[in-house]
């Protein structure tokens, strides 16, 4: 049976990589002893994936992990049983089976389904007596334009096409922005790129200093409207 977890990943932990991320989710479900299917062959390794990396750095609050059981079990105890082993800064919040009837279209894996994502981003300014109006003049523009780099090389882009919500508010000489981005393989705006162009268009960023993001949830198209996830089903 097939499993859609989702999980945190804690600030104390968002400069750990993704491929460590991974491993240490892969101890802790042997650690559970969760029926995990291996896949066949000479190198066999458990039946899972993420459904899409965080960049070193970012931290999480809804987070995505497909794995695939031999045996059903009931989601409440899967969640129990790996939070009573998670290591510090992972915490497991929910299970969703994803049964298949044959006949039926298959659910696809996480990572070929995301479509969106939000995020709230605190950027750092040495002044922020004129940031409300200059955010409010960006968002009357048309277009963002930036430079954006592809497979194919570099282009300029209209970002605010992938920009789905966005709301902002000044706090502590901090721009904070709560936004629902397009993220996945059809359309992806980095929050990098994001805040780059941002950062660019108004007065007073603090460049060199750490910009604080969280990824708070990822979403799909469900009838022509970006839902989370965990809805899949």
């Known amino acids: 049976m097939r499993y859609l977890v989702k999980f945190t990943k804690e600030e104390n932990i968002k400069f750990i990589s993704h491929l460590d991320v991974l491993k240490t989710i892969q101890k802790n479900i042997r650690r ?41 079990m009931n989601e409440d105890e899967i969640i129990a049983r790996l939070n009573a082993t998670a290591p510090g800064g992972i915490k497991y919040i929910s299970a969703l089976a994803i049964p298949y009837k044959e006949g039926e279209k298959k659910v696809p894996q996480a990572m070929a389904m995301i479509d969106g994502a939000r995020y709230t981003i605190k950027v750092k300014y040495s002044d922020v007596s004129s940031l409300e109006e200059e955010i409010k003049k960006i968002l009357q523009k048309d277009e963002w334009n930036i430079i954006k780099k592809t497979k194919k090389g570099e282009k300029e882009t209209n970002i ?74």
């Open 160 to 233: 605010k096409a992938m920009i789905k919500e966005f709301k902002f508010w000044v706090k502590d000489n901090s721009l904070v922005m709560n936004t629902l981005i397009s993220t996945g393989s059809r359309e992806h705006l980095s929050a990098d790129l994001l805040v780059k162009y941002i950062q660019e268009n108004t007065s007073n960023a603090i460049t060199d200093s750490f910009v604080d993001v969280k990824r708070e949830e990822m979403y799909f198209y469900k009838n022509d409207k970006l839902v989370p996830l965990y809805k899949c089903v």
């Open 32 to 72: 559970a002893e969760l029926p995990i299917e291996y896949s066949q062959g000479f190198n066999p390794h458990m039946t899972t994936s993420i459904a899409q990396p965080l960049s070193v750095g970012v931290y999480s609050s809804g987070e995505y992990l497909d794995m695939v059981l031999v045996d059903e």
